[in-house]
T-cell receptor, first 113, second 115 residues
Framework: NAGVMQNPRHLVRRRGQEARLRCSPM?????VYWYRQLPEEGLKFMVY????????ESGMPKERFSAEFPKEGPSILRIQQVVRGDSAAYFC???????????FGPGTRLTVL | AQTVTQSQPEMSVQEAETVTLSCTYD???????LFWYKQPPSRQMILVIR??????QNATENRFSVNFQKAAKSFSLKISDSQLGDTAMYFC????????????FGTGTRLQVFP
């Protein structure tokens, strides 16, 4: 059973470009979570999605960031007009139901030049 | 608001020895889960162990065990027979029954295992 998949593993963008991060949950998991880890810090919650629904986006910056989890295909975290402060590791996690163990993907390391 | 505190930024232990990492948390909830995750140099987040608050028995996974003190809101991780591959950042995390969607992480403890 494949784990949580994320791609790309590394992404380099110049200031002002768009970044798209993809996450495929574990088979049988319909709950997806995105977290951000700044250098030398712990993970901070960004958004929680189920298929076609955003359940909680309280941790997501109000501007430039959006997330989706369509009926078919992976979950996407989209960052528009990236700035240097967006440089971080972005982790996706999935679980079979709410309030359950979350299993993490390998993360996407975003570097903004 | 729930918080998770790890007061040891760095720890070190010799191979084959035992080490304990500390974690305290604050919550007004009665039902919750606690976790320890390991993040080795590869940066992958790996689940080490999980504890349900309603269970009095401490969770154990091979060389890893916890000391869960609910009244004291303490959740320490004990690693026995430490191995070089245990070198990693260790994060304590909490998820409550009210805020069921987000894990709340501590700031982590960097563990170095020496030969």
């Amino acid at each position: 059973n494949a784990g949580v998949m994320q791609n790309p593993r590394h992404l380099v963008r110049r200031r002002g470009q768009e970044a798209r991060l993809r996450c495929s949950p574990m088979k049988g998991h319909s709950h997806v979570y995105w977290y951000r880890q700044l250098p030398e810090e712990g993970l901070k919650f960004m958004v929680y999605l189920q298929k076609e629904n955003i359940i909680d986006e309280s941790g997501m910056p109000k501007e430039r960031f959006s997330a989706e989890f369509p009926k078919e295909g992976p979950s996407i975290l989209r960052i528009q007009q990236v700035v240097r402060g967006d440089s971080a590791a972005y982790f996706c996690a999935s679980s079979p139901q709410g309030w359950d163990t979350q299993y993490f993907g390998p993360g996407t390391r975003l570097t903004v030049l | 608001a729930q918080t998770v505190t790890q007061s040891q930024p760095e720890m070190s232990v010799q191979e084959a020895e035992t080490v304990t990492l500390s974690c305290t948390y604050d919550t007004s909830e009665n039902n919750y889960y606690l976790f320890w995750y390991k993040q080795p140099p590869s940066r992958q987040m790996i689940l080490v162990i999980r504890q349900e608050a309603y269970k009095q028995q401490n969770a154990t996974e091979n060389r890893f065990s916890v000391n869960f003190q609910k009244a004291a809101k303490s959740f320490s991780l004990k690693i026995s027979d430490s191995q070089l591959g245990d070198t990693a950042m260790y994060f304590c995390a909490f998820i409550g029954s009210y805020n069921t969607d987000k894990l709340i992480f501590g700031t982590g403890t960097r563990l170095q295992v020496f030969p």
